[in-house]
């Protein structure tokens, strides 16, 4: 008989054994009804890894060539835009009949919202967001282009923040990264 297979070893194998079993990674049920669900999308750094903008925290920046490749993702877009036109519009503060989008006061006040320059975003990016954002407002429909501009912007602020921007933002980023998101997805002929 080997010697490390001993009679009183085997039910510490089995022991063992069963341990292992009990200490792998079960599935875990999400929180739900107990009102500590946020509606909407969190940032987080599973989101952000890299820094970057990441549909569904999937990994690596999509491309600029799969934007838009399938024929019909302008009218997906479109689609996505117009479920997160509420959201747009409460980040922006308009309504729907502000045609001419955000007053400057109303711009001022997400600007100062979003930058913080002690934790690594400037007024000058806080404003390149908020811009690619009320052109997206204002057209009621969003190009290659604008989008691409709105995602650049997020992207910017996110990869100079400091980690306690990111793991703390403000509320309007949060709002604004649920928006984008599903532009992208639609944009890359996925689903959220």
């Not at 600029?64 to 024929?71: E, G, K």
């Not at 989008?147 to 980690?163: E, K, Q, S, Y």
Request: proline residues 6%.
């Amino acid at each position: 008989m080997v010697t490390w297979l001993q009679p009183w070893r085997a039910p510490g194998l089995g022991l063992g054994a069963a341990l292992l079993l009990l200490g792998s990674a079960w599935p875990v049920w999400a929180q739900s009804g107990n009102l500590s669900d946020v509606t909407g999308a969190i940032v987080t750094t599973g989101d952000i890894a890299g820094g970057s903008f990441q549909p569904g925290g999937r990994g690596g920046a999509a491309p600029v060539s799969r934007l838009y490749a399938n024929p019909n993702a302008q009218g997906a877009v479109n689609t996505a835009l117009a479920n997160a036109t509420p959201q747009l519009q409460e980040i922006l503060g308009v309504t729907a009949t502000d045609i001419a989008g955000p007053s400057a006061d109303q711009t001022q006040t997400l600007i100062n919202t979003l930058s913080n320059t002690a934790k690594g975003v400037s007024v000058s990016q806080a404003e390149q967001l908020v811009a690619a954002l009320v052109q997206i407002w204002q057209s009621q429909s969003v190009s290659p282009t604008q989008l691409l501009n709105a995602v650049t912007a997020f992207n910017d602020i996110v990869n100079t923040a400091d980690n306690d921007y990111i793991l703390n933002p403000p509320t309007s980023l949060q709002q604004i990264r649920a928006v984008l998101n599903p532009l992208v997805l639609a944009a890359l002929g996925e689903t959220s």
